[in-house]
């Protein structure tokens, strides 16, 4: 069932959703993604019962999508339930499924296809394909001529379940028969002298074509009548009451447009507080649609707000690629959206068609803005941090070097994407090797890798393949530290061109930034960025970054032979620690080895309390033999816990479980042991 699941998720995402208010998918979404994560499950477990539990509450969910229609079909079938099976197939072809030769050719159903009305639904699949399903509102392309807003609607919008956002579709029309040159003295942006002159030479394609999407209630807007042909998207009365229209983006335009948005806003109180672009990349699923906008055109500008001041430090746990984060908060934004848009109008019109059918508008402009920051002195200085923060400033920012690169740009120039895809990572075990709910891996998307380096291992080590767009996979890639301590970070190519690596970064935890000039700045951070770059034609590709975030409320210290020695969990130094990524620990643990290096275990002390012992496993010593080594021990569970303290996030806490252990020894100078659970 594997196969076709994916295959009919992609067929039915799109077409169906206008039966019911699809303003309100975003809110069936997350209970819709657990279901196909536990459907999946169950498919791989062959829990046939399990699966058809599954698919019920699906349909209960989305009565009107034909996905959790047809697999409820292919779980019936399974079970010998043939004719609810052919009952559910049916109503999945009524409501839009109606690839016929996938049906014929599903062996989850071919319990099915010794009866008579099989292929006769096959039939009907094959006749009705192309046509609209009974009872759904169509959803129509809507006209809109180039610089009047573009609304989103429900005749206009689709939800699109698989890839968990809104899909609206526009057709951008000229608003007369004049040419571009006709409106060169409207222009009113960043670099008027150099875009009204190309405008009037037909060499420069204006903003004709290209949309803008505010997305905090017009709270920071960019005047879109200063860039002629700049289309704003408004959203209509139901999107608005539904509160769509506001925060992070949640939408695709079927339409060869780049859309250039922002959103001034953060979460200013409470526990959670964070920016925007910091809420994305401290959750996998943004982090995945942030990845989608990016190689969708679409270029994303947010303030900092706090996350990035020297009062809090660095407090991003991730430099991505995917949007633009500026340097302070509310109206911060204004400077690069502005340039944004004189870059976009700078194009010549052959070059800005290839970089919109490659879908390349998001990667050209961070590779733009980044290579002509006032702070990149030589071309030299691309390939270092300087020309890659986390965080821009605007103070660096030159409008006119951007237009004056884009305009220069020809159309077999336009720089290549990077994707990464992670070869080789072990991952440390919860409980032995880090005590946190979360995983070390953070989220793996093609053009940003995250880690939040858990482990109490000195050395994080990784494989990673890179490769181009287009398949310009002869190209040689480069691999390069834009953020912490290169004499801690050795990054060992694989083959001749340097598409695969091993990447090695030794602890480095809070360490406070350097300019240029390696002068030390008030800015602390916990972060290492190691970027990767591939040049084409004069330009290098915009980066593809992997980041490794250090914890900033743990104090560790290691032995000389690179052993971990204690780490202390207090945050003796009381430093902000994300409570998304990481929950408060009242403890310090001490680690034991024996005479040869290996791990015995550690002890832990808490602020009250005798210290309590631990194997090398995460057990709990209960018992020790003549020599004090441990002979029975517990398995513990760690688990959040309120603290009493209102309004504060969970701490974490541990108990003894009833899963016990027994350890032997093999003679006595073995201080270690093996240890067999108790059954």
């Known amino acids: ?41 169950a498919v791989r477990a062959g829990k046939t019962d399990e699966m058809e539990i599954i698919c019920r ?54 319990q099915l296809a010794e009866l008579n009305r099989f292929p006769e639904l096959v039939e009907k699949a094959k006749r009705l394909k192309g046509q609209p399903v009974d009872g759904a509102q169509p959803v129509k392309i809507m006209s809109v001529v180039m610089g009047h807003p573009a609304e989103v609607n429900a005749g206009n919008t689709l939800w699109d379940l698989e890839a968990g956002c809104f899909r609206t579709l526009l057709r951008l029309i000229s608003p007369d028969m004049r040419k571009t040159s006709a409106y060169a003295e409207a222009y009113r942006g960043p670099a008027a002298e150099q875009i009204r002159k190309w405008m009037k030479e037909e060499t ?12 905090d209630g017009g709270h920071s807007p960019l005047a879109v009548t200063n860039f002629p042909g700049l289309t704003p998207v408004v959203y209509g009365d139901e999107a608005r009451r539904q509160r769509v229209h506001i925060s992070l983006p949640n939408g695709l335009f079927e339409t060869p447009a780049p859309a250039l948005g922002n959103s001034s806003m953060s ?80 194009f010549m019109p052959a070059t800005k068609r290839v970089i919109v059918s490659q879908k390349l508008m998001g990667p050209t402009l961070q590779m733009i803005l ?37 305009h220069a740009m020809k159309p077999d120039e336009v720089p290549s994407l990077v994707a990464l895809r992670t070869v080789k990572d072990v991952q440390p075990e919860m409980g032995v090797d880090f005590f946190d709910l979360r995983p070390e891996g953070l989220f793996d998307t093609p053009c940003c890798i995250a880690r939040v380096v858990r482990g109490v291992a000195r ?60 002068e030390p700045q008030p800015m602390t951070s916990s972060r290492v960025d190691i970027g990767c770059f591939v040049k ?69 002390t808490r602020s009250a309390g005798q210290p309590e012992r631990f194997t090398y496993r995460g057990h709990k010593v209960l018992g020790t033999d003549k020599v004090n080594r441990p002979v029975k021990a517990c398995a513990m569970q760690y688990m959040p816990r309120q603290t009493g303290v209102e309004g504060a996030p969970p701490a974490l806490t541990y108990v003894d479980t009833p899963q016990l252990f027994t350890y032997t020894y093999a003679n006595d100078a073995d201080l270690v042991g093996t240890a067999a659970a108790v059954k």
């Open 1 to 41: 069932m594997n196969r076709i699941l994916l295959m009919v998720m992609l067929t039915s995402a799109l077409g169906v959703q206008a039966m019911t208010n699809v303003f309100e998918m975003p809110f069936i979404q997350t209970k819709h993604w657990q279901l196909q994560q536990r459907f999946v499950q």
């Open 57 to 110: 509450e699906g349909v209960a969910l989305l009565p009107l999508d034909p996905t959790w229609q047809y697999n409820l079909a292919c779980a019936l079938a399974y079970r010998a339930k043939k004719e609810d099976a052919l009952v559910a197939l049916e109503r999945a072809i009524d409501l839009g499924f109606r690839d016929a030769a996938a049906i014929a050719a599903d062996g989850d159903l071919k």
């Open 204 to 215: 420069a394609s204006g903003n004709f074509g290209d949309l803008y999407v505010n997305r």
């Open 267 to 346: 979460m200013v109180s409470g526990p959670y507080w964070r920016s925007l672009p910091r809420t994305v990349v401290t959750d996998p699923f943004q982090a995945i649609a942030a990845f989608r906008y990016y190689v969708s055109n679409q270029c994303w500008v947010f303030p900092e707000h706090k996350d990035h001041d020297p009062g809090t430090g660095d407090l991003f746990p991730v430099n991505a690629p995917y949007y633009v984060i500026s340097q302070g908060s509310s109206g911060s934004d204004q400077p690069f959206l502005k340039a944004f848009a004189a870059t976009m109008a700078a």
């Open 370 to 406: 980044r290579a002509t920051q006032k702070t990149v002195k030589s071309p030299s200085d691309y390939l270092s941090g300087t020309a890659h923060p986390v965080v821009f400033d605007a103070a660096n920012l030159d409008a006119v070097a951007m237009v004056e690169l884009a």
């Open 459 to 518: 050395e994080r080590r990784m494989t990673v393949e890179a490769a181009a767009s287009k398949g310009q996979n002869d190209l040689s890639f480069q691999w390069i530290v834009l953020q912490g301590d290169p004499k801690k970070v050795a990054i060992k190519p694989v083959n001749i061109t340097s598409s695969r690596v091993e990447i090695t970064v030794t602890y480095q935890g809070v360490f406070r930034l350097q300019n240029a000039q390696g």
């Open 536 to 604: 084409k034609g004069p330009y290098f590709s915009a980066p593809s970054i992997i980041s490794f975030f250090y914890l900033p409320n743990e104090e560790r210290v290691y032995r000389d032979d690179g052993q971990i020695l204690s780490v202390d969990y207090t945050n003796a130094a009381h430093r902000y620690a994300d409570p998304v990524l990481t929950m408060q620990k009242g403890w310090k643990d001490l680690y034991e080895y024996d005479a040869s290096g290996r791990m015995r275990g550690w002890y832990r």
